[in-house]
Nanobody, 131 residues
Framework: QVQLVESGGGSVQAGGSLRISCVGS??????????MGWFRQAPGKEREGVSV????????YYADSAKGRFTISRDNAKSTLYLQMNGLKPEDTAMYYC??????????????????????WGQGTQVTVSS
């Protein structure tokens, strides 16, 4: 049973930075067999993809709202996914979730990420940005 546990959320003022993490366990295959994604959901809004990374880290993709401010990365030796968030804005306030999907062609992964249909999900970590 895959378990994903997010951490590192909190409250920050606009313009500040946070790094959130996601540790995975219980994979049927090795951690580096999975692509990983970050998603977020603000109150009253639908969940949206923030960023996604391939199993090796060589491919990444960002939502327009995250480009230039957020950086996704992973440490396969630690089974850990990261999202470095800089220049935070009040509109970044949301519950942030990590998710995992067994690797497949990158175009398929980005489609699954865009539609939020990854298989394994964490419980989320709250990020609140005040103005």
């Amino acid at each position: 049973q895959v378990q994903l546990v997010e951490s590192g959320g909190g409250s920050v003022q606009a313009g500040g930075s946070l790094r959130i993490s996601c540790v995975g366990s219980g994979y049927s295959y090795s951690y580096d067999s999975y692509c990983m994604g970050w998603f977020r959901q603000a109150p009253g809004k639908e969940r949206e993809g923030v960023s996604v990374i391939s199993w090796s880290g060589s491919n990444t993709y960002y939502a327009d709202s995250a480009k230039g401010r957020f950086t996704i990365s992973r440490d396969n030796a630690k089974s850990t996914l990261y999202l470095q968030m800089n220049g935070l804005k009040p509109e970044d306030t949301a519950m942030y979730y990590c998710a995992a999907e067994q690797t497949r062609p990158w175009t398929a992964i980005t489609k699954m990420w865009a539609s939020g249909t990854f298989t394994y999900w964490g419980q989320g970590t709250q990020v609140t940005v005040s103005s």
